[in-house]
């Protein structure tokens, strides 16, 4: 019966200081944290660490559930992983209790306002950034191919496999660049 806490935050100017301070004034033995995007869980190596590492009667504790997840078919899916192996899920600033019909359906809407948060968010950049561009202010990223040294080379009949290893780039970028 360990209690394990797991902390996240998405951007390294983040820090995981208070998180950690609420996971060991709930009782967590171990706390495992990481600077990673919550929108997948994918690259998540200490939440896999975490996972793999809980044994039945053991509790996963987070402070808010966005910290374990911000889309709902990946906290569905890590709630599952912890149903199947006996271990209960807690939130130190949220009522979440797994253990019963109320907790879960609680659970789930929690899961459904993280990804709503999200996509706003996703909306809000997007619509900043055409009002950007509309403006003249935002013009994208400099591009990372030098297109005018692929077309030379092209030019001088070195093939796209050629090109594409001496700039170390992929060829399917030479072929963009070439028919570009």
């Known amino acids: 019966m360990t209690k394990i806490g797991y902390a996240r935050v998405s951007t390294t100017d983040q820090d995981c200081s208070l998180q950690e301070a609420a996971l060991l004034k709930a009782g967590c033995e171990v706390i495992r944290s990481e600077k990673r995007s919550g929108i997948s869980t994918k690259g998540r190596d200490e939440l896999e660490t ?78 900043g950034i055409a009002k950007a561009k509309v403006a003249g202010i ?21 093939g796209a496999t050629a090109i594409a290893k001496a700039l170390g780039i ?5 072929y963009r660049m070439i028919s570009g």
């Open 50 to 127: 975490v996972l793999s590492f809980l044994r039945p009667g053991d509790t996963l504790v987070v402070t808010k559930i966005d910290r374990l997840a911000r889309s709902l078919g990946d906290l569905m899916g890590i709630v599952e992983r912890l149903q199947a192996k006996g271990v209960a899920l807690q939130a130190t600033d949220q009522n979440v209790d797994t253990s019963n019909a109320a907790g879960k359906a609680f659970l789930q809407m929690l899961g459904v306002f993280a990804e709503f948060e999200t996509n706003l968010r996703k909306e809000r950049q997007l619509e």
């Open 138 to 158: 935002y013009k994208g990223r400099k591009p990372s191919i030098d297109a005018a040294k692929v077309r030379e080379m092209q030019a001088e009949g070195i």
């Open 170 to 174: 992929g060829r399917a970028s030479v």
